[in-house]
């Protein structure tokens, strides 16, 4: 486990609310609960319980929803969950998150980003690099992400974001999110997910929003197949993202299809098990894509909701499949190439690797 820690790792699919730790969660609902905008106790059994079920999930989701109404409390869950990723060598962090609008609060999608973003720039003890991008790959060895292990340097991470489109939007609300990301770019933006409850919405109602992202450039990365949606999934694939998360439900003419088409997918074993995608950890679809050779990268999806971490689910996939050091080496160094920043990061970023190796990691 400790070497998993060691190991630095990109994160590709990680939901800014549901990576919340849980200390945070109950004192923010603790206040919520005070000023009566909630009943605590309808929430706190949910907040300390382990292995929480799918309606458990759902229902803290609603929490979160009430939560980010307010500016300085997206500000601080952004701030605490990119330390957290940082504390356990996370060196290329793309978080997603949903825009929201809330006229009421005064929040428009613009300053819930803004609060992100505020969050990013406000790290502590954490070089968290946002928008650079002149980065120099030799830069980075002067502050190696292995902080801790070399000596008292700081840990650096290199953070994106990605904005999500909810399966309940509307047409026109997922075209505002595309558009925002197209003025947000120069501001560490560099994608658009399509996420939410698997089991609301139509495909169709998305699509144009998708395809105008696609039409500016924008990188898209869609959550495929937690449902067996036959329908969804082959148009998902039809329209071939840069990446797919989760890739569940696939019967065998799909998964070929998915194959040949080598589009990187984003595993979040904990989370398929934990919500049913996958029947187990054994039965998880990752052994057959990772002895396919397809492309692969470990991710969280929700660290605070499923209660894991991304050297976890490293350990995990060791433990459940026996891949040695080097193979789990190579899972993550392989990470950077799906990544959606620029060249210079990338090039930043093999360097870590290469030092890594270089210190017998
Ligand atoms: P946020 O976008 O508010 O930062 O993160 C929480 C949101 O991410 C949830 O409300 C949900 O829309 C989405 N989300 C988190 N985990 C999952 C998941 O496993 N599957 C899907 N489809 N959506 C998720």
Known sequence: REWCVALPKVELHAHLNGSVRDSTLLELAKQLGDRGDIVFEDFKDVIMKNGRSLPECTKLFDLFHILTTDHDTVTRITKEVVGDFAAENVVYLEIRTTPKN???????????????????????????????????????????????????????????????????????????????????????????DLSGNPVVGEWETYLPALEHAKELGIPITIHCGEVP???????VLEFCPQRLGHA????????????????????????????????????????????AKHPLSLCTDDSGLFATSLSNEYYLVASTFGLSKAELFRLAQNAVEFALADDNVKKSLRVVFEHAAGKGL
């Not at 968290?128 to 650096?156: I, W």
């Not at 953070?159 to 047409?171: G, M, N, P």
């Not at 949606?229 to 148009?235: L, M, Y």
């Not at 997918?265 to 052994?287: K, Q």
Request: glycine share 6%; hydrophobic share 35%; with cysteine.
């Open 248 to 291: 569940c439900c696939l019967n065998d003419e799909e998964l070929k299809k998915l194959k040949s088409s080598m589009i990187p997918v984003e595993i979040c074993l904990t989370s398929n098990v934990m919500t049913g995608g996958a029947p187990s950890l054994e039965l998880h679809h990752f052994a057959d894509l990772y002895h």
């Open 229 to 235: 949606n036959r329908k969804e999934i082959q148009a």
């Open 102 to 192: 809330n006229e009421a609060k005064g929040m428009t999608k613009r300053s819930y980003v803004n609060a992100v973003i505020k969050g990013l720039k406000t790290v502590e003890d954490v070089d968290a690099v946002l928008f650079d991008s002149n980065l120099r790959p030799d830069e980075t060895l002067s502050c190696t992400p292995q902080g801790d292990l070399d000596g008292d340097t700081k840990k650096k991470i290199y953070v994106r974001l990605l904005l999500s489109i909810d399966r309940r939007e509307t047409t026109l609300a997922a075209l505002d999110t595309v558009n925002l990301a197209m003025e947000m770019k120069d501001q560490g933006v560099v994608g658009i």
